[in-house]
C-alpha cells in the first residue's frame, strides 16, 4: 500500500480512537477529597466515587472512636478501663486479637496494657505527676496482655487496675474500616491517610501509582516540617510510621519521648529514629511501626527477616550519632527518590 494512502486510512482511525479515550474518560467517576478531625489528629482521604461519602466515612469512623478511643467517656474501652462494662464489639474484638499476636511475636514490646505508664508519663488520657522509679515498679505490676482475656465477648481482667490503650493501634484499624468501607462499593482507587497512617490500592487522578513520602525524623512538635527523607511509589497495601520526632516534652533538659517500652516502664532511647512498615493492612503495619520503636534496630530487623510479608525503613543514629537508613530487601520496589 502506498504511504500516502496508508497514512489517509491511520488519521481517521486515530481520530476515532483520541475522542473514544475522551469520552470514556470522561464517563468515569471524579476522584473525591474528603478531610477533617479524627482520633485527635487529621485525616484527608481521596477516592474516585461517583458521590461524595463523607457522611459515610465519617460515620464509619465513629464507631472506631466508640469502640476503641480511651478519650471517648461512652466508649467500649473507656468502660473497660473503668470496670463499668467488660462486654465488646466486633470492632474491639479484631484489635483485641491482633494486638495479642502481635505481642507474642516482639515478645511484649508491643501491648495494649501499657496504659497506667503512657498515663503516667503524660501521653495519655489521664494526667499524672512525672513518675519516679518507685512509681513505675509499682504500675508495671499490672502491665501485661496475659493480665486480660477475651471470652463470650466480655474482658475479664486478672487485676482491675489493668487499663488498655489501643492508640498504637487504632489509627491503623481506622484507616481499614473506610477501606473496608471502599471495598464494598466496589471502589477500585482509593487513598487513606489517617495522622500518616495509610492505605493505597489503585491509581491516583493522573492515572498514576500513589507517591507518598516519608519525613526526616526532626524534632517537630508543630508538624510544620515537610522535609522529605524519601519518596515511594505504593499501592495495594497499608503502610504507618512511628517516631518520637513530633510527641515529646523536655524536662530537666532530658527528652522523653511517647514511645513507652511497657517491659521497662520507661520511654524507649533506642536509636531508631523512625519506623516505616508495609503490611497487608494498615492496622498490622502500625502496631509493629510501634513494636520496631521499642525492639530497637537490630531486633526489629530480625523479625522482618522472620515475616517476609512486612517491610520495613529505618531512619536510625548510627554508632558516631550520623543519621543513616536501613531497608528491607522488598521495600526497594517502592523507593523512587
Same mark, same amino acid.
Given at each position: 500500500?502506498?504511504?500516502?494512502?496508508?497514512?489517509?486510512?491511520?488519521?481517521?482511525?486515530?481520530?476515532?480512537?483520541?475522542?473514544?479515550?475522551?469520552?470514556?474518560?470522561?464517563? &468515569?467517576? %471524579?476522584? &473525591?477529597?474528603?478531610?477533617?478531625?479524627?482520633?485527635?489528629?487529621?485525616?484527608?482521604?481521596?477516592?474516585?466515587?461517583?458521590?461524595?461519602?463523607?457522611?459515610?466515612?465519617?460515620?464509619?469512623?465513629?464507631?472506631?472512636?466508640?469502640?476503641?478511643?480511651?478519650?471517648?467517656?461512652?466508649?467500649?474501652?473507656?468502660?473497660?478501663?473503668?470496670? /463499668?462494662?467488660?462486654?465488646?464489639?466486633?470492632?474491639?474484638?479484631?484489635?483485641?486479637?491482633?494486638?495479642?499476636?502481635?505481642?507474642?511475636?516482639?515478645?511484649?514490646?508491643?501491648?495494649?496494657?501499657?496504659?497506667?505508664?503512657?498515663?503516667?508519663?503524660?501521653?495519655?488520657?489521664?494526667?499524672?505527676?512525672?513518675?519516679?522509679?518507685?512509681?513505675?515498679?509499682?504500675?508495671?505490676?499490672?502491665?501485661?496482655?496475659?493480665?486480660?482475656?477475651?471470652?463470650?465477648?466480655?474482658?475479664?481482667?486478672?487485676?482491675?487496675?489493668?487499663?488498655?490503650?489501643?492508640?498504637?493501634?487504632?489509627?491503623?484499624?481506622?484507616?481499614?474500616?473506610?477501606?473496608?468501607?471502599?471495598?464494598?462499593?466496589?471502589?477500585?482507587?482509593?487513598?487513606?491517610?489517617?495522622?500518616?497512617?495509610?492505605?493505597?490500592?489503585?491509581?491516583?487522578?493522573?492515572?498514576?501509582?500513589?507517591?507518598?513520602?516519608?519525613?526526616?525524623?526532626?524534632?517537630?512538635?508543630?508538624?510544620?516540617?515537610?522535609?522529605?527523607? /524519601?519518596?515511594?511509589?505504593?499501592?495495594?497495601?497499608?503502610?504507618?510510621?512511628?517516631?518520637?520526632?513530633?510527641?515529646?516534652?523536655?524536662?530537666?533538659?532530658?527528652?522523653?519521648?511517647?514511645?513507652?517500652?511497657?517491659?521497662? $516502664?520507661? %520511654?524507649?532511647?533506642?536509636?531508631?529514629?523512625?519506623?516505616?512498615?508495609?503490611?497487608?493492612?494498615?492496622?498490622?503495619?502500625?502496631?509493629?511501626?510501634?513494636?520496631?520503636?521499642?525492639? $530497637?534496630?537490630?531486633?526489629?530487623?530480625?523479625?522482618?527477616?522472620?515475616?517476609?510479608?512486612?517491610?520495613?525503613?529505618?531512619?536510625?543514629?548510627?554508632?558516631?550519632?550520623?543519621?543513616?537508613?536501613?531497608?528491607?530487601?522488598?521495600?526497594?520496589?517502592?523507593?523512587?527518590?
Amino acid at each position: 500500500m502506498p504511504a500516502n494512502k496508508k497514512l489517509k486510512w491511520q488519521v481517521p482511525f486515530l481520530l476515532v480512537l483520541i475522542v473514544g479515550t475522551v469520552l470514556i474518560l470522561r464517563k &468515569q467517576a %471524579p476522584y &473525591q477529597t474528603d478531610q477533617g478531625l479524627v482520633f485527635g489528629t487529621m485525616y484527608k482521604i481521596t477516592y474516585q466515587y461517583k458521590e461524595n461519602l463523607k457522611e459515610e466515612i465519617e460515620a464509619e469512623l465513629q464507631k472506631v472512636d466508640n469502640s476503641l478511643s480511651p478519650f471517648n467517656k461512652k466508649s467500649i474501652i473507656t468502660h473497660i478501663n473503668n470496670n /463499668t462494662d467488660n462486654t465488646v464489639d466486633s470492632m474491639f474484638t479484631r484489635v483485641f486479637l491482633l494486638s495479642k499476636s502481635i505481642s507474642a511475636e516482639t515478645h511484649g514490646a508491643f501491648d495494649i496494657t501499657v496504659a497506667p505508664l503512657v498515663n503516667a508519663w503524660g501521653f495519655g488520657f489521664k494526667h499524672s505527676s512525672f513518675p519516679d522509679s518507685t512509681m513505675i515498679d509499682s504500675l508495671k505490676q499490672f502491665i501485661g496482655i496475659d493480665k486480660i482475656n477475651l471470652e463470650n465477648g466480655k474482658i475479664t481482667k486478672k487485676d482491675p487496675r489493668v487499663m488498655l490503650d489501643c492508640s498504637s493501634v487504632a489509627k491503623g484499624f481506622g484507616v481499614d474500616c473506610v477501606a473496608r468501607l471502599f471495598d464494598r462499593k466496589g471502589i477500585k482507587n482509593y487513598m487513606i491517610d489517617i495522622g500518616g497512617e495509610l492505605s493505597m490500592k489503585g491509581q491516583n487522578a493522573q492515572m498514576e501509582t500513589w507517591r507518598i513520602g516519608i519525613n526526616k525524623p526532626i524534632d517537630d512538635s508543630l508538624s510544620v516540617n515537610q522535609e522529605l527523607q /524519601t519518596i515511594l511509589e505504593i499501592t495495594n497495601v497499608g503502610m504507618a510510621t512511628s517516631g518520637n520526632y513530633r510527641n515529646f516534652y523536655y524536662k530537666d533538659g532530658k527528652k522523653y519521648a511517647h514511645t513507652i517500652d511497657p517491659r521497662s $516502664g520507661y %520511654p524507649v532511647q533506642h536509636n531508631i529514629l523512625s519506623s516505616t512498615v508495609v503490611a497487608r493492612d494498615c492496622a498490622t503495619a502500625d502496631a509493629y511501626a510501634t513494636s520496631f520503636m521499642v525492639l $530497637g534496630l537490630d531486633s526489629a530487623k530480625a523479625i522482618c527477616a522472620a515475616h517476609p510479608e512486612l517491610d520495613a525503613y529505618f531512619i536510625y543514629s548510627d554508632e558516631q550519632g550520623k543519621t543513616n537508613t536501613f531497608f528491607t530487601e522488598g521495600m526497594k520496589k517502592y523507593i523512587k527518590k
